[in-house]
C-alpha cells in the first residue's frame, strides 16, 4: 500500500475536476430558455434532450461513483455473488422498453413533473403520491451519500486529508470543497450541468475500463493467476463466520439470492425519482425507446469493471491487513498498477462519476418535495417561479443532509442505508407502473400494500445481523414459505402486491369511492413536442375535480 500524496495523480485529478466545475457553471448557458424559473426548465433541461444526451445522461445517473467502487468491491469481498449488478441490468432494459415510454407520454401531456405527479392524476390521491414521493426522497438520500463515500475513497488512496492524525476539518476539507462546487453550479445550472459533464464522466470511465482489462491482467500474469488466486482466496475460512471468504462460482445454496436480488433490483432501478427525471427530460417518445435499446452497452462495461475484483485480489490488496474496507480495493489497485498520471486519471473518472449521479439525484429529491410536499400541501397556489426557488433551496439542503451523513456515520451505516433504500423504492412500482396500464387498483388498496411493504421490508432488514453487525447487516434473508434466501425487497414487493389486490377487490365490493382519474387514453401515446396542458397543475383536493376520463 502506498503511502503520502501522490502529486502526480492529484494534479490530474484537480485538472480534471477544474474542467467538469467550468462546464458546470456554462451549461446554465447552454440552451437557455426565456424563462428559466420554471422546473420543466431547471429540473428536466426544458425537456429537449436528444438520443446521446440522454444515453450519456442516463448512463451517468446510474452507473455512479459507487458503482465503480463497490460492484468490484463486492466481488472483491465475495465473489461470484458480486456480479448480480450485471444480470440485473440486463433484465431492466426490456422492462423499461415497456413502460417508459408511456410514462414519459403521460407526463408530456399533462405537464408531469415527478411520478409522484402522476399518481396523483392517475388515481386522485395526494395521499397515494405523497407516499411515493417520501418514499423516493428517503430512498434517494443514501444514494447520495454513497457518491460521496466514492469520492472519499479516492481521495484517501491519493493521500489527501492530512491522514488519520489530522483533526476533522482538515481531513475532510477536499470533500468540503467538493462539495460546495457540486451544490453551487447544480443550483445554477439544475439538470443542463449533469448532462454536459455525464460525457466527460462516461469517456473517461470508459477509457479506463479499456486500458484496465488489458494492461492490468498484463502485469499480474494474465488470467489464468487471476482466477487461480481468486479461488484460493475466496475458500480460505473466515475466522469471522467459520465460512469461506466466497465463491468464484456460484453453489446451489446461493442461487435464490441471487436470481432475486437480480429480479428485485431490476424492478427497483427506474422507480428512482433520479432515473425517472433524466428520462424525463428527453424530447421525444421516439428518444426514451432508442435508449433503451443502446444503455446496455453500459451493462458489458458494467461486467468489465466487476473482474476489477478478482484482479484486486491477485494484487494482495487489504491481504493480511485487519479490518480492510474493500471499498477502497479498486482505487488502490489502480494506484498501484498505473502510472501516477493514468491513476490520477482513473480516480478522475470516479471522482467525476460521483457529481453526476449525485447532482441529479438532488434535483430529482427536491422536485418530488416542491411538487408534491409544498405545493400539494403547503402553497397550492404555488407560482411556476416559487417552485423552482424551492427546488433549488432544497437541493442544497438535499447534498447538506447527505455531506453530514457522510461525516458523522460509519460507511457501513450508509451502505445499509442504501440497502435499504432498494427495498423501500421497489414498493412504489405497483403505484407507477401498474396505472401505466390499467386504472382498476383502488387508491387505497395501494396505499395499504404499500405500506405494508414498507413496514415487512424495513423490520426484516432490522432483523437481519451478521458477526460484526447486530441490524441491517444485508438485504437477504429466509422467504417465508419457501425457506430459502431470498432478497427481502421482492418478498415484500410480492406482499405488497397480494395486499392491493385482495384490498382493491373488498373496496369495489363495498362501493368505497375510487377518486377521479384526470388522465385520457390518448396521453399514454402522445408524441408530441409539447404539454398539451400547463406545467404547473390547478390546485384541489383529494378529490380531483370532474374532467375526461377513460385512461386506460
Not at 451517468?60 to 456480479?83: C, E, I, K, N, Q
Not at 412504489?428 to 387498483?441: D, E, M, N, Q, S
Amino acid at each position: 500500500m502506498k503511502h503520502g500524496v501522490n502529486g502526480v495523480a492529484l494534479a490530474v485529478f484537480v485538472v480534471f475536476f477544474l474542467l467538469v466545475t467550468a462546464l458546470g457553471f456554462l451549461a446554465a448557458r447552454w440552451r437557455r430558455a426565456e424563462n428559466a424559473l420554471n422546473l420543466d426548465e431547471w429540473g428536466l433541461g426544458g425537456r429537449s434532450f436528444g438520443t446521446w444526451i440522454t444515453w450519456f445522461l442516463l448512463g451517468g445517473d446510474l452507473y455512479t461513483a459507487y458503482t465503480f467502487v463497490a460492484v468490484p468491491a463486492a466481488v472483491y469481498a465475495a465473489g461470484a455473488s458480486g456480479f448480480f449488478a450485471v444480470p440485473y441490468t440486463i433484465l431492466v432494459y426490456p422492462m423499461i422498453f415497456c413502460f417508459l415510454p408511456r410514462l414519459w407520454s403521460v407526463a408530456r401531456s399533462r405537464g408531469y413533473v415527478t411520478p409522484s405527479d402522476f399518481v396523483r392524476g392517475r388515481y386522485g390521491s395526494r395521499g397515494l403520491s405523497l407516499a411515493v414521493a417520501v418514499t423516493g426522497i428517503l430512498a434517494t438520500m443514501p444514494y447520495i451519500a454513497l457518491q460521496l463515500v466514492g469520492i472519499q475513497a479516492v481521495l484517501d488512496v491519493m493521500g489527501v486529508g492530512g491522514g488519520a492524525s489530522a483533526n476533522w476539518f482538515v481531513k475532510d476539507l477536499p470533500l468540503l470543497i467538493a462539495f460546495a462546487v457540486l451544490a453551487a453550479y447544480t443550483y445554477s445550472s439544475g439538470l443542463r450541468a449533469p448532462a454536459l459533464i455525464a460525457f466527460v464522466k462516461d469517456a473517461l470511465i470508459y477509457i479506463v475500463i479499456a486500458v484496465a482489462i488489458i494492461y492490468i491482467p498484463m502485469r499480474l500474469g494474465g488470467f489464468g493467476h487471476i482466477f487461480h488466486s481468486a479461488s484460493q482466496a475466496y475458500a480460505q475460512v473466515s475466522p469471522a463466520t467459520g465460512k469461506p471468504r466466497g465463491e468464484l462460482v456460484s453453489g446451489a445454496k446461493s442461487q435464490w439470492a441471487y436470481a432475486t436480488l437480480a429480479l428485485g433490483s431490476a424492478l427497483a432501478l427506474f422507480m428512482y425519482p433520479h432515473s425517472i427525471t433524466a428520462t424525463l427530460s428527453s424530447r421525444s417518445r421516439d428518444v426514451v425507446r432508442r435508449n433503451t435499446t443502446i444503455l446496455p452497452l453500459y451493462s458489458l462495461m458494467l461486467g468489465l469493471l466487476a473482474m476489477l475484483g478478482f484482479m484486486a485480489i491477485a494484487d494482495g490488496i487489504g491481504k493480511g491487513v485487519k479490518g480492510y474496507n474493500a471499498q477502497l480495493a479498486i482505487p488502490q489497485l489502480f494506484s498501484n498498477m498505473f502510472p501516477s498520471w493514468f491513476a490520477g486519471l482513473s480516480f478522475a473518472a470516479i471522482g467525476i462519476g460521483a457529481l453526476v449521479p449525485a447532482a441529479i439525484m438532488s434535483i430529482a429529491a427536491a422536485n418530488l418535495f416542491t411538487r408534491n410536499v409544498y405545493r400539494d400541501f403547503l402553497r397550492p397556489n404555488a407560482t411556476a417561479e416559487q417552485e423552482t426557488r424551492v427546488s433549488k433551496l432544497v437541493s442544497l439542503v438535499v447534498k447538506v443532509g447527505a455531506l453530514v451523513f457522510v461525516l458523522t456515520m460509519d460507511k457501513t451505516v450508509a451502505i445499509n442505508f442504501q440497502l435499504l433504500g432498494g427495498i423501500w423504492i421497489l414498493q412504489t412500482f405497483p403505484a407507477i407502473v401498474a396505472g401505466l396500464y390499467t386504472r382498476w387498483f383502488h387508491r387505497w388498496a395501494l396505499l395499504s400494500g404499500w405500506l405494508v411493504g414498507m413496514v415487512y421490508g424495513t423490520w426484516a432488514a432490522w432483523t437481519v445481523a451478521s458477526p460484526t453487525q447486530a441490524h441491517f447487516a444485508g438485504s437477504s434473508k429466509v422467504i417465508p414459505g419457501i425457506g430459502q434466501i431470498g432478497y427481502i425487497g421482492l418478498t415484500a414487493f410480492v406482499l405488497n402486491l397480494a395486499v392491493a389486490v385482495v384490498l382493491t377487490v373488498a373496496f369495489k365490493a363495498l362501493g368505497t369511492p375510487d377518486g377521479i382519474d384526470e388522465t385520457a387514453p390518448g396521453d399514454y401515446t402522445a408524441t408530441g413536442p409539447q404539454p398539451s396542458v400547463p406545467n404547473q397543475l390547478p390546485p384541489y383536493g383529494d378529490e380531483l375535480p370532474p374532467v375526461p376520463t377513460g385512461g386506460r
